[in-house]
């Protein structure tokens, strides 16, 4: 994802929260540093991904490759490279790959004049076949393939591998069929581990913790951008670099924002989203409220029908069924408010959830048409929309993760328009 929705969002645009929006006052500009000041880093309990959990994975997709008929996978670099061998590394026009047969040990393609820097970073394997800057890696990476003893058959390309790099493999092995590499590396990466579950669980707690913060700190005339570069200073302050975007008024029934200027005023609804990430794994939430004066009638009543309509669809989530129930449920409560019908504005425009993990959007859509049967491990997001334009849009997001006994929440709903949070 190269430009992702909260870096559009930006480009375009614990304390009390009662004094935001119950009271109707609202924070000073600059009143709230003692508030920031209070936040302290919360990883010092993380525990990050162990080498032999990697390991494990790879023994996974080894297996899933012999039951697709797959001999070997190219990752490039990015972040399935990361999820198998635990090692990141910087695009650029200089092939890095990393290539996982289904019988022995991963081997690496890198330029010469890089090795030793690979070699610091290496963590599962040993091998690093180099190229001169005159040289083709693409050559280099045929001949690792030869020399598993793949000389026909199948590989597999990991999505994020750049058309040039799959495309210069391919001329020089035009005897191999190349293939989705997705049948082993989405179904590894789809399925989530305690490990990577508890690392979202301290994404989404750091992320709750931003948004107390923040929340509380908005004030008359802020702007999104305001509101953006406090958030960066709370997640940094939490121990995390994270940031949230937040629409104001008539820009929140926007999914994404809009690039109209935004001061906040009393009245507004306020609609922020977005998260962190700790050791590589994502939160996302959203949550709504009214600024610095009573919610009308309307806001209330609106709020109100997308709660019901984000519960709805989390009841849904049950283990076996189609993740487009989860959407089907959460839109027939809007629908049968008389929104819509199907994407249609004033209602939800867009799916109702998406696949979470290392990505902040993996697979796993709630979306109509995925029959995939939901599996314990499996995260996603619940976060239906009623949007209206020329008024205002509602969105509460929360994740939730599949269990052997069904759903359960990272973060806790929100449970009222002037409570975005539940303590």
């Known amino acids: 994802m190269s430009l992702k929705r909260r870096e559009f969002i930006r480009l375009s645009a614990g304390t009390s929260l009662g004094g935001v929006f119950l009271s109707g006052m609202s924070a000073r500009p600059g009143a709230g540093s003692a508030a920031l000041d209070e936040l302290q880093s919360m990883t010092g309990d993380v525990v990050p991904i162990s080498v032999e959990e990697r390991k494990s994975r790879i023994q996974k997709a080894q297996r899933l490759m012999g039951e697709n008929k797959i001999q070997a996978i190219v990752l490039d670099s990015g972040t399935s ?24 040990e991963v081997k690496y393609v890198c330029p010469a004049f890089e090795a030793e820097r690979l070699r610091e970073l290496i963590k599962i394997g040993t091998e690093v076949r180099v190229w001169e800057e005159h040289e083709s890696p693409y050559t280099v990476a045929a001949g690792i393939l030869k020399d598993y003893g793949i000389r026909t058959g199948t590989v597999g390309v ?10 210069g493999i391919r001329k020089e092995a035009p005897q191999l069929n190349f293939v989705s590499a997705d ?31 923040c929340i509380a700190l908005l004030h ?7 509101f953006s570069s406090t958030a960066e200073n709370a997640f940094s302050r939490l121990g995390v670099r994270g940031g949230l975007s937040a629409n104001f008024g008539l820009a929140s029934a926007f999914p994404h924002g809009s690039i109209q200027t935004q001061h906040l005023k009393a009245g507004d609804v306020v609609l922020m989203d977005d998260g962190c990430k700790v050791q590589g794994y994502c939160s996302d939430i959203s949550r709504c409220i009214v600024f610095g004066a009573e919610p009308t009638k309307r806001q209330r009543e609106i709020w109100e029908l997308e709660k019901r309509a984000q519960a709805a669809g989390f009841a849904a989530a049950k283990i076996g069924a189609p993740c487009e129930n989860v959407d089907a449920a ?7 408010a008389g929104f819509g019908p199907g994407y249609k504005i004033p209602g939800l425009p867009h799916r109702t959830g998406h696949g979470i993990g290392m990505d902040i959007h993996e697979w796993g859509n709630m979306v109509m048409g995925n029959k995939t049967p939901l599996q314990p491990g499996m995260c996603f997001s619940v976060e239906p929309m009623v949007a209206i334009y020329g008024e205002f849009g509602m969105r509460l997001e929360d994740c939730a993760y599949m269990t052997e006994n069904g759903p359960r929440w990272f973060s806790e709903p929100s449970p009222a328009i002037d409570r975005p949070f539940a303590s």
């Open 81 to 104: 490279m990361v999820y198998f061998t635990g090692m990141s590394w910087g695009s650029s026009e200089r092939p890095m790959v990393a290539i996982i047969p289904a019988q022995g």
């Open 158 to 167: 990991e999505e994020r591998v750049r058309f040039f790099i799959y495309d």
């Open 183 to 213: 049948p082993v590396t989405a179904a590894c990466r789809m399925i989530k581990s305690p490990a990577e579950i508890a690392l979202m669980q301290k994404a989404n707690d750091i992320t709750v913790a931003a948004y107390k913060a």
């Open 220 to 226: 008359e005339g802020m702007t999104p951008a305001d």
């Open 330 to 336: 959460a839109r027939k409560v809007i629908t049968d």
